[in-house]
């Protein structure tokens, strides 16, 4: 059984930088798509952005598309979520999720292993 670490997480202030860290261990998740999702207090969970399993391929929610970036190390078992010029509105709790397949899927129900998130501040 895989399972994931997040790391990379703090606090900053609006219109700087964070690079998250999502850790693989147990088996390998090279052949698995990578989803990253946030949730914030009293919202549901919602969809950052996901990578298919080669890299080759990502996909972003429009509230993130072109300052957020989603990269992985298949050597490393580790993918990255790189968070730039930050919204106070970015504040949640980020989750990185296996999906059962090699292409990107988008919705939290598909995806099955899930970390236990960190946590990201900005403050205006």
């Known amino acids: 059984q895989v399972q994931l ?3 990379g997480g703090g606090a900053v202030q609006a219109g700087g930088s964070l ?3 999502c850790a693989a261990s147990g088996r390998t998740v090279s052949s698995n798509s ?3 999702f946030r949730q914030a207090p009293g919202k549901e969970r919602e969809f950052v952005g996901a990578i298919n399993w080669s890299g080759g391929r990502t996909s972003y ?3 993130v598309k072109g300052r957020f970036a989603i990269s992985r190390d298949n050597a490393r078992n580790t993918v990255y979520l790189q968070m730039n010029s930050l919204k106070p509105e970015d504040t949640a709790v980020y989750y990185c999720a296996v999906a ?3 292409e990107i899927l988008t919705t939290s129900g598909a995806y099955g292993v899930w970390g236990q998130g960190t946590q990201v501040t900005v403050s205006s």
């Open 100 to 102: 059962p397949r090699r």
């Open 19 to 21: 690079r998250l860290s």
């Open 34 to 36: 990578m989803g990253w």
């Open 5 to 7: 670490v997040e790391s």
């Open 61 to 63: 929610a429009d509230s």
